[in-house]
Each structure stands twice: as C-alpha cells, then as structure tokens.
C-alpha cells in the first residue's frame, strides 16, 4: 500500500510534472552590508536591538515608490554567537533575478535543490552597488565618524565602481525572505500553480497559504 511518505511524494511529483510553475521562479530579497568596528567609547552593547532603524528609498530604477533598503545593524549575529561589529546593510526590494527550487527525488527526505542566483540579474546588482556606496558615505558623516571605524570590505573596494560590482558577487546573501514558489494567478497562465484562493491545481484538496504563493515579491520583511 501507499504509506503517508510515499503519498505526500507522489502529490510532489504531480505537482512538478503538471505544474511547470512550481519551483519555478524562487523570489527573494538579495542583499548585502560592509562591516564596521566600534570605537572604545562607543556605547556599544550586546543587550540592543539588532534593528533599530531603516532607511527606505525609491532607486529610480523600479516602479515601486520603496524598492530599496538601507538598515544598521547593532551586532554580527551569527549561529552560535554574535561578534561585536556594527553593520550597514542593502536589501533590494524589487529584484528582477528570480532563481529556482525543485526536487531531484519523490523522497521525502531528499534535499531539495535550490538555487538562489542572488543579484545574477545586472540591474539588481547596480542598485546593491549604489546602496553600499551610500552606506560607505554614511560612515564618514559627522553622526557615525565618532563611533565606528572601516573594517570590511576595505575602503578601496568602495571607492571603485567596478571593484564594488566585483566584490558584491561573493558577498551578496539571502533577504531570509524566499517566496513564489507555487503562485497563484488566473486559470490558464503557465506560470500560476494555485488559483486566487490557493488551491492546488491538478491537485484535489490541496491549498497553498503561506508566502510561496505570492506571484511577485512584497518590498517589505514577509514575516
């Protein structure tokens, strides 16, 4: 007979054989950030919120009116600790580049295969650039020179265009923000897998409702 995880990898592979849409177009917020150190009399402190304000701008570049954002960041938080450096970091929030995600096997403890192809797409790339140049501006206003000092990447990386753009290729990360994977959108468009409620296509009583079945991604956190 058909056990639970056979079942759920049989709804798996319908749904990529009948539904080219799914896993298609992965959406994502593409960002960056230079690192700096705090100087002795900073005030710096553990104990303050990673996020305590944001910057939002319209590029110019996109439709939207707040396609891009600019944010501090109180302390490098990582998995097991957090390093004592302040951040400034650039999430673009229209990007163009989409990548993909699909399942190689109708396993259920397969791994999917995800590629994100983060800032790939040039004209997301020249927005991370100018976001990071404005952020190395920022450092040396008189509100943040007293408090932090340059650490990463080095000041001649910022101050070049070109070497910017090269920089940026290895140090681009994820928005934690993945999404649109399995759309909604009209009956009849290729690249829709659920219809405007959510409901699997091809797929009796199956329905989507979380962020995979945004069609385009929101500007803002999707949390």
């Known amino acids: 007979g058909i056990g639970p995880r056979d079942e759920v990898g049989r709804i ?64 490098i938080t990582l998995p097991k600790f957090d390093l004592p450096l302040f951040g400034l970091m650039c999430s673009v929030g229209k990007p163009r580049g989409t990548g993909t995600l699909h399942w190689p096997s109708a396993d259920v403890r397969a791994r999917p295969v995800i590629a994100s192809r983060l800032l790939e797409d040039a004209s997301d790339r020249a927005l991370a650039v100018h976001a990071m140049h404005m952020a190395r501006d920022l450092v040396h206003t008189k509100a943040l020179r ?61 329905s989507v409702g979380d962020w995979i079945l945004m069609p385009t991604i929101p500007s803002s956190n999707i949390h």
Do not use: K
């Not at 701008?57 to 501090?72: I, K, N, V, W």
């Not at 140090?171 to 934690?176: P, Q, T, V």
């Open 146 to 206: 007293p408090f932090v000092a340059h650490l990463w990447p080095s000041e001649r990386v910022l101050r070049d265009r070109v070497r910017t753009d090269a920089w940026i290729r290895s140090a681009c990360d994820s928005g934690y923000h993945p999404s649109g994977t399995v759309p909604m959108g009209p009956e009849g468009d290729p690249n829709a897998a659920t219809d405007g409620r959510g409901r699997g296509r091809g797929v009796t009583g199956l």
């Open 12 to 75: 798996g592979v319908t749904l990529v054989q009948d539904l080219p849409a799914v896993g298609a177009r992965l959406l994502d917020h593409p960002g960056t950030a230079i690192f700096l150190r705090p100087r002795i009399g900073s005030g710096f402190s553990f104990e303050a919120p990673l996020i305590q304000t944001v910057l939002r701008y319209a590029s110019g570049e996109r439709a939207h009116t707040s396609d891009m954002l600019l944010q501090p960041g109180s302390r």
